[in-house]
């Protein structure tokens, strides 16, 4: 069985300052990772994927992320963040056929 | 423009009635998913298809049932056993045929309960 722990459900940020949302999974086999985003009463739009080769990751908005494999980590950060950032971010986990298992989300909050 | 529409986007139900939500893509994805939303709990996978006329349950599949008929609709309908059905409702599709495909979602049902 897979599963994803976000280990922040709130972050608090100032803006232009950088921001680091942690993500761990635990799974038996190789895994594909995900982080999407979701602005008030919406859906859920892709940030970045991890799924072979580097384990950096860059995806829009200025975010990116590095996947550890020996500390099965997956964290998002960006360097300088915007009051538009102001959003619900979860990380998510497949290894089998195109099921997403998410995290709980993290409420990032930016504030001037 | 392609993409998945979910309708409505708000939903007001009394107890003891069934609701169905829509969903239609154009993506021509082989895959749909139905996902509940509840504050602090992420995202838990309702059902999923694969194909037309094919679906598993996933992981909160009592009280809900689905229907493949076509490719590009996966309506969900709320039944009256459904205990708690007030949550936020997102559709979602993907390539599917294999690992690492990313799936697209709509922009989801806000069902109420009065």
């Known amino acids: 069985a897979q599963s994803v722990t976000q280990l922040d459900s709130q972050v608090p940020v100032f803006e232009e300052a950088p921001v680091e949302l942690r993500c761990n999974y635990s799974?038996?086999?190789?895994?594909?990772l995900f982080w999407y985003v979701q602005y008030p009463n919406q859906g859920l739009q892709l940030l970045l994927k991890?799924?072979?080769?580097?384990?950096l990751v860059k995806g829009i908005n200025g975010f990116e992320a590095e996947f550890n494999k020996s500390q099965t980590s997956f964290h998002l950060r960006k360097p300088s963040v915007h009051i538009s950032d102001t959003a619900e971010y979860f990380c998510?986990?497949?290894?089998?056929?195109?099921?997403?298992?998410f995290g709980a989300g993290t409420q990032v909050v930016v504030t001037p | 423009d392609g993409g998945i529409t979910q309708s409505p986007k708000y939903l007001f139900r009394k107890e003891g009635q069934n609701v169905t939500l829509s969903c239609e893509q154009n993506l021509n994805h082989d895959a749909m998913y139905w996902y509940r939303q509840d504050p602090g709990q992420g995202l838990r996978l309702i059902y999923y298809?694969?194909?037309?006329?094919?679906?598993q349950k996933g992981d909160i599949a009592e009280g809900y049932s689905v229907s493949r008929e076509k490719k590009e609709s996966f309506p969900l309908t709320v039944t009256s056993a459904q205990k708690n059905p007030t949550a936020f409702y997102l559709c979602?599709?993907?390539?599917?045929?294999?690992?690492?495909?990313?799936?697209?979602f709509g922009q989801g049902t806000r069902l109420t309960v009065v």
């Open positions: 998510a986990v497949t290894h089998s056929w195109g099921k997403l298992q």
């Open positions: 991890y799924l072979s080769g580097s384990t």
């Open positions: 298809s694969q194909i037309v006329n094919d679906f």
């Open positions: 979602a599709s993907s390539i599917g045929g294999g690992t690492g495909t990313e799936a697209f």
């Open positions: 799974s038996s086999v190789s895994v594909y």
